[in-house]
């Protein structure tokens, strides 16, 4: 769980460009791969999937940018999937939704995970609107670097990213050969095995291919035969083909499949409080494919992207057999150019996001949203830049939406100042964290919703001199019909929208010093979410949603050595809803450890995760007394519930140069 010490610093700010071509992305590995050791190296960075290929100190909208170092990290951590990554972000909360089968979504300055759009090189592979286990499904290994768009930015992506946009962008291959292996082991009865090959085919062509094996037995921490951490087998495979013409031309394809057996709920022989055995099961297979091209036009630089993506489910709640599948298909056409201090872009979108049950018809439904978008930097003096972007969605259910962004940078000497505002929307599903985790088969059929809007604005302060490095960001957003669960029987609920505003406000705070491979990082996130009491008059805490949030890490590493790591985590008090044994939850605290060492080609590594083992159920049972109206049988996870986890093993590297 070691910190993205350097990520958050090398967060400047890039408005992200859903037009990243492989020629831009492969333009030089080592400016966007390799560790910033030196100032001039941080000040080379450009973030892949920027709009204007600007410096990434020189855009208007700030972005977390996690770059392959500090990925590497997190897959000594955790290598089935991308949750380790995102959750040491600031500002970032992975969120547990289903206890049973461990989903989990990300929330992005205390809004929804629903609100978040999840992205694979700039494209919708995990769908428009990916569910919480899309989030660990996705395997690490073969991502260059991770960008994290904060607040709405409904301007550039539509009706998915009210929230943010998080975007995993794919290694480039290398101008030589390389392979990498990694084998992971856990206290926990778990196993990782990933494996990731790269090598240029010609002049023009490269290739990679990635593949993985995980899987994780059944555990029942606290022996109430109930499954704390869920039981799952999973195999991954990722082709990618990059081509560069020499006039400046590319073109990047991607194809992945991946099929997951999971299961939770309760253990053979036990039962649930009311003498029945509760069986919780998901069976996933997703294909997806995508394309990125741009081709030089004279002045301009045309652009074109695609992609398709298929996910069936097979899901058990109880006796409650629902089979599904969600679909999803973009294309997207643009112009982009720039003439001295202005750069410019402008394009139509079209996506198309559909979901069918078998056994519950009610629900299907297809939402088609053609859009039409455009951005504008404006430098207006050396250390003055100003950017405005907007879009205009025609949603087959929900109107036309109008989503616009204003940004502004300033940098008087060793300062960063950044300004940023913007408004958003969300075209409502059935799939809200509870229904998610209990099913359909007591939601109501869906009436007549509105959208879900929000405002958000963000002022950030950068500072950096020698080796400390400070940032201070202050963020507000504004939601109106934010949807909900109302209860309507002790088995029947129904989705409806808030009648006030949900209002969040909050800091984030990073400090930083970094000397001879040393490097000790603080930071502390204060977040202030409130929305209407749906019990009594008045305003309540938003639930799971701590106010006060902190971390510690120091880190002493040697390339081609090693590294070792320590940190501590705390995490403050946070409201509870319906929730038999309290109504609000105590703060806990985290360690962690993690040690490397490099001999010859092989890194042997060892990481402890939780080494106190702080555990929800040490304070009250995860089961409820009484199944919920929704259906869950679980109390909603406001702290860990495996506890401490061992895991260590060995990766192999060939080629690439070394």
């Given at each position: 769980?070691?910190?993205?010490?350097?990520?958050?610093?090398?967060?400047?700010?890039?408005?992200?460009?859903?037009?990243?071509?492989?020629?831009?992305?492969?333009?030089?590995?080592?400016?966007?791969?390799?560790?910033?050791?030196?100032?001039?190296?941080?000040?080379?960075?450009?973030?892949?999937?920027?709009?204007?290929?600007?410096?990434?100190?020189?855009?208007?909208?700030?972005?977390?940018?996690?770059?392959?170092?500090?990925i590497?990290?997190?897959?000594?951590?955790?290598?089935?999937?991308?949750?380790?990554?995102?959750?040491?972000?600031?500002?970032?909360?992975?969120?547990v939704?289903?206890?049973?089968?461990?989903?989990?979504?990300?929330?992005?300055?205390?809004?929804?995970?629903?609100f978040?759009?999840?992205?694979?090189?700039?494209?919708?592979?995990?769908?428009?609107?990916?569910?919480?286990?899309?989030?660990?499904?996705?395997?690490?290994?073969?991502?260059?670097?991770?960008?994290?768009?904060?607040?709405?930015?409904?301007?550039?992506?539509?009706?998915?990213?009210?929230g943010?946009?998080?975007?995993?962008?794919?290694?480039?291959?290398?101008?030589?050969?390389?392979?990498?292996?990694?084998?992971?082991?856990?206290?926990?009865?778990?196993?990782?095995?990933?494996?990731?090959?790269?090598?240029?085919?010609?002049?023009?062509?490269?290739?990679?291919?990635?593949?993985?094996?995980?899987?994780?037995?059944?555990?029942?921490?606290?022996?109430?035969?109930?499954?704390?951490?869920?039981?799952?087998?999973?195999?991954?495979?990722?082709?990618?083909?990059?081509?560069?013409?020499?006039?400046?031309?590319?073109?990047?394809?991607?194809?992945?499949?991946?099929?997951?057996?999971?299961?939770?709920?309760t253990?053979?022989?036990?039962?649930?409080?009311?003498?029945?055995?509760?069986?919780?099961?998901?069976?996933?297979?997703?294909?997806?494919?995508?394309?990125?091209?741009?081709?030089?036009?004279?002045?301009?630089?045309?652009?074109?992207?695609?992609?398709g993506?298929?996910?069936?489910?097979?899901?058990f709640?109880?006796?409650?057999?629902?089979?599904?599948?969600?679909?999803?298909?973009?294309?997207?056409?643009?112009?982009?150019?720039?003439?001295?201090?202005?750069?410019?872009?402008?394009?139509?979108?079209?996506?198309?996001?559909?979901?069918?049950?078998?056994?519950?018809?009610?629900?299907?439904?297809?939402?088609?949203?053609?859009?039409?978008?455009?951005?504008?930097?404006?430098?207006?003096?050396?250390?003055?830049?100003?950017a405005?972007?907007?879009?205009?969605?025609?949603?087959?259910?929900?109107?036309?939406?109008?989503?616009p962004?204003?940004?502004?940078?300033?940098?008087?000497g060793?300062?960063?100042?950044?300004?940023s505002?913007?408004?958003?929307?969300?075209?409502?599903t059935?799939?809200?964290?509870?229904?998610?985790?209990?099913?359909?088969?007591?939601?109501?059929?869906?009436?007549?919703?509105?959208?879900?809007?929000?405002?958000?604005?963000?002022?950030?302060?950068?500072?950096?001199?020698g080796?400390?490095?400070?940032?201070l960001?202050l963020?507000?957003?504004?939601?109106?019909?934010?949807?909900?669960?109302?209860?309507?029987?002790?088995?029947?609920?129904?989705?409806?929208?808030?009648?006030?505003?949900?209002?969040?406000?909050?800091a984030?705070?990073?400090?930083?010093?970094?000397?001879?491979?040393?490097?000790?990082?603080?930071?502390?996130?204060?977040?202030?979410?409130?929305?209407?009491?749906?019990?009594?008059?008045?305003?309540r805490q938003?639930?799971?949603?701590?106010?006060?949030?902190?971390?510690?890490?120091?880190?002493?590493?040697?390339?081609?050595?090693?590294?070792?790591?320590?940190?501590?985590?705390?995490?403050?008090?946070?409201?509870?809803?319906?929730?038999?044994?309290?109504?609000?939850?105590?703060?806990?605290?985290?360690?962690?450890?993690?040690?490397?060492?490099?001999?010859?080609?092989?890194?042997?590594?060892?990481?402890?995760?939780?080494?106190f083992?702080?555990?929800?159920?040490?304070?009250?049972?995860?089961?409820?007394r009484?199944?919920a109206?929704?259906?869950?049988?679980?109390?909603?996870?406001?702290?860990?519930?495996?506890?401490?986890?061992?895991?260590?093993?060995?990766?192999?590297?060939?080629?690439?140069?070394?």
């Open positions: 769980m070691l910190t993205n010490t350097r990520a958050l610093l090398l967060a400047g700010a890039v408005l992200f460009n859903p037009h990243v071509s492989a020629a831009q992305t492969a333009a030089d590995d080592t400016q966007t791969s390799a560790p910033a050791e030196t100032e001039e190296t941080e000040d080379d960075i450009i973030v892949q999937a920027t709009r204007s290929g600007r410096r990434v100190q020189d855009e208007p909208v700030r972005v977390e940018v996690i770059d392959r170092e500090e590497e990290e997190k897959i000594l951590m955790r290598p089935g999937n991308v949750a380790m990554i995102l959750s040491e972000t600031g500002g970032l909360r992975v969120q939704t289903s206890p049973a089968l461990g989903a989990a979504n990300v929330r992005v300055q205390g809004m929804d995970g629903r978040t759009q999840l992205l694979a090189d700039g494209l919708p592979l995990y769908g428009g609107q990916a569910s919480s286990l899309g989030l660990l499904q996705v395997p690490p290994t073969d991502l260059g670097q991770v960008e994290v768009i904060k607040g709405a930015a409904s301007a550039l992506y539509g009706p998915s990213a009210l943010g946009v998080i975007n995993l962008v794919s290694r480039r291959p290398k101008a030589e050969p390389e392979a990498e292996v990694l084998l992971n082991v856990t206290s926990r009865d778990g196993q990782d095995a990933t494996a990731y090959a790269a090598t240029p085919l010609s002049e023009s062509w490269r290739a990679s291919l990635t593949g993985g094996y995980h899987r994780q037995t059944r555990q029942d921490r606290d022996g109430d035969g109930w499954a704390d951490m869920p039981g799952y087998r999973r195999w991954t495979v990722r082709p990618r083909l990059f081509w560069e013409g020499a006039d400046g031309a590319s073109a990047f394809v991607t194809a992945g499949a991946m099929t997951e057996r999971r299961s939770g709920g253990l053979p022989g036990r039962t649930v409080p009311d003498g029945t055995a509760f069986r919780q099961e998901q069976d996933t297979d997703r294909f997806d494919a995508g394309l990125v091209a741009q081709a030089p036009l004279g002045d301009v630089t045309a652009h074109l992207r695609a992609a993506m298929t996910q069936r489910h097979h899901h709640y109880g006796q409650t057999h629902e089979d599904d599948r969600h679909t999803t298909l973009f294309a997207e056409a643009s112009l982009s150019g720039k003439a001295g201090g202005t750069s410019w872009v402008g394009g139509a979108a079209w996506q198309r996001d559909s979901f069918r049950s078998q056994t519950f018809g009610a629900f299907d439904y297809a939402y088609e949203v053609p859009g039409l978008f455009g951005q504008v930097e404006q430098e207006v003096t050396p250390d003055l830049t100003l405005g972007s907007a879009r205009v969605d025609f949603h087959n259910r929900y109107g036309t939406q109008f989503s962004r204003l940004s502004l940078l300033y940098r008087p060793p300062w960063t100042i950044r300004l505002g913007g408004r958003g929307f969300y075209a409502p059935p799939f809200v964290e509870e229904i998610e985790a209990a099913g359909l088969s007591r939601l109501e059929p869906l009436g007549d919703l509105k959208a879900e809007t929000a405002r958000t604005a963000s002022m950030d302060f950068g500072y950096r001199s080796p400390i490095e400070a940032n960001t963020f507000a957003s504004n939601m109106r019909n934010s949807t909900r669960l109302e209860t309507i029987a002790t088995d029947r609920v129904r989705l409806v929208n808030a009648p006030d505003e949900t209002r969040i406000r909050g984030e705070t990073l400090l930083r010093y970094r000397q001879d491979g040393f490097t000790v990082t603080g930071s502390y996130v204060f977040v202030d979410a409130t929305e209407p009491d749906p019990d009594r008059p008045g305003r938003v639930p799971l949603t701590p106010k006060h949030t902190a971390g510690l890490v120091a880190m002493w590493e040697e390339h081609d050595k090693g590294r070792l790591g320590l940190e501590v985590y705390y995490t403050g008090g946070q409201l509870l809803e319906d929730n038999p044994y309290r109504t609000r939850s105590p703060g806990y605290v985290e360690v962690g450890l993690l040690g490397e060492i490099a001999v010859g080609k092989a890194r042997l590594f060892l990481n402890a995760e939780n080494v083992g702080k555990r929800q159920t040490q304070y009250d049972p995860l089961l409820r009484t199944r109206p929704d259906g869950r049988w679980t109390v909603d996870v406001w702290a860990p519930t495996e506890g401490f986890v061992l895991n260590g093993g060995v990766r192999l590297k060939f080629g690439g140069g070394d």
